[in-house]
């Protein structure tokens, strides 16, 4: 691959994470006078593509009937679709590609498409896996941002048949994007830990808000409740295709959480002040360690103990 700015980017698909990505790449890889890259962009949504011809963000877009003449002409390929989607996509357009071409993705659940991968590839395109742990509760091109992805982790998804200097160029690339971490690892993985660390918590954030007895709780708010909420203002139709197609793992983090709950459930019926003091200063110094890892990722500091 040829140095960052004179690559030709596609994106399929520029909502949230698509148009993060762009705006990104556009910002810090595209924007000096010597860039002879370009970004080009394929979306359904017609508002989405003309947004982003406005504000500079994408050289040339094109609707979905022109995905084949697009695919044609880009070095470096975001399929910013749902997992099923991303499947479909590759199949249909598997002879566009260009050649010698790296294509990723951004899908939150891994199984399915690497398994699949060994019948849908050609060996002149190198497809490298990816899950970038950013975004937030919005969605749509309009809330994307090319600043999300500062200090968060990118999770890698190699396999055999990817080249070692293909691999290189991405890790690079997404590191120029501000991903201060790169964490490699199988899919099976992938699926696992993320079943508890993105899934299980968009379940209980749901789970909370459908228990609230009324709307105006929040009125005695304090931020806790805000803090553990958000994510719950969530993308029904992706986040339903991610619990199922990921539903094994989620459900044996759901069973494990259950667990943790009757046990502090059990110890506040029986006014066992003790026994609860000492769970909490479990759960506090479980938290703790947690947080050593979390500044291996962002550079920051962990959280003082008091």
């Known amino acids: 691959m040829d140095n960052f700015s004179n690559l030709v980017y596609g994106f399929i698909g520029l909502g949230l994470m698509g148009g993060s990505f762009a705006k990104a790449i556009r910002a810090k890889l595209l924007a000096g006078p010597a860039a002879a890259g370009k970004i080009l962009a394929l ?27 697009m695919l044609k002409c ?105 991903f201060s971490r790169i964490t490699e690892t199988d899919y099976a993985s992938h699926d696992h830990k993320v079943a508890f660390t993105s899934q299980l918590c968009h379940v209980i954030a749901s789970a909370l808000v459908e ?36 539903r094994g793992e989620l459900l044996r983090h759901i069973a494990a959480f259950e667990s943790s709950l009757k046990k502090i459930t059990a110890l506040i019926g029986r006014a066992d002040g003790e026994g609860l003091c000492g769970y909490l200063e479990a759960v506090r110094l479980k938290r703790s360690a947690m947080s050593l890892t979390e500044s291996k990722v962002t550079g920051e500091p962990p959280h003082p103990q008091k």
């Open 43 to 69: 979306d359904s949504n017609r508002a989405a593509l003309d947004a982003a011809m406005e504000r500079g963000v994408a050289d040339e877009v094109f609707g979905t009937d022109a995905a084949a003449t």
């Open 74 to 178: 880009c070095d470096v390929v975001f399929i910013c679709l749902y997992p099923a989607k991303t499947i479909e996509f590759l199949k249909k357009y598997r002879d566009d590609f260009k050649s010698g071409s790296v294509v990723s993705d951004i899908s939150g659940v891994k199984a399915g498409l690497i398994e699949a991968l060994p019948g849908i590839l050609r060996d002149d395109v190198d497809f490298i896996s990816g899950h970038p742990m950013a975004g937030n509760e919005k969605e749509g091109f309009y809330y994307s941002s090319g600043c999300i992805f500062e200090g968060r982790n990118y999770i890698l998804i190699p396999h055999a048949a990817n080249k070692p200097e293909n691999l290189a160029f991405f890790k690079a690339l997404t590191g120029a994007l501000g």
């Open 211 to 246: 228990s609230a007895e009324d709307t105006e709780i929040t009125a005695f708010g304090g931020g806790s409740f805000e803090d553990l909420t958000r994510i719950a203002m969530i993308n029904a139709p992706l986040w339903t295709e991610l619990f199922l197609a990921n």
